[in-house]
């Protein structure tokens, strides 16, 4: 289960799986990462899986977010630095970005912080 509440400033996202469920502020991800339709949400410190599909998230969580590569979906605020094959976010995680990928994710960052 997958629900994408609240407008651009105050969105969340409730997961649940099995019995539990969870509300996690959108501000608070760093990136979110799919795997054989497991999605795994990367809050800085610790991870929280669900079955999903990262194209569900990624039409929801523009245009903070965006799609560096078929796996991963990266908040755009929190990313430290960037080359060309990969970006370093700002909890130390090191996520490749896809070469076809590169040159809309440039525009891309350069428009959010701008």
């Not at 929190?78 to 490749?96: A, C, H, P, Q, V």
Request: with cysteine.
């Amino acid at each position: 289960m997958l629900i994408i509440v609240g407008d651009d400033d105050k969105k969340s996202i409730t997961v649940g799986k099995g019995e539990s469920t969870q509300t996690i502020k959108v501000e608070n991800i760093y990136y979110i990462e799919s795997n054989d339709h497991k999605v795994s949400i990367s809050l800085g410190d610790r991870c929280m899986e669900f079955y999903g599909r990262l194209t569900d998230l990624e039409e929801a969580l523009k245009p903070d977010f965006f799609r560096v590569h078929k796996g991963y979906l990266v908040n755009l605020n929190f990313i430290e630095r960037y080359s060309r094959t990969d970006i370093y976010m700002k909890n130390g995680d090191m996520l490749s970005i896809s070469k076809y990928k590169y040159q809309d994710f440039v525009k891309a960052y350069t428009k959010y912080f701008s």
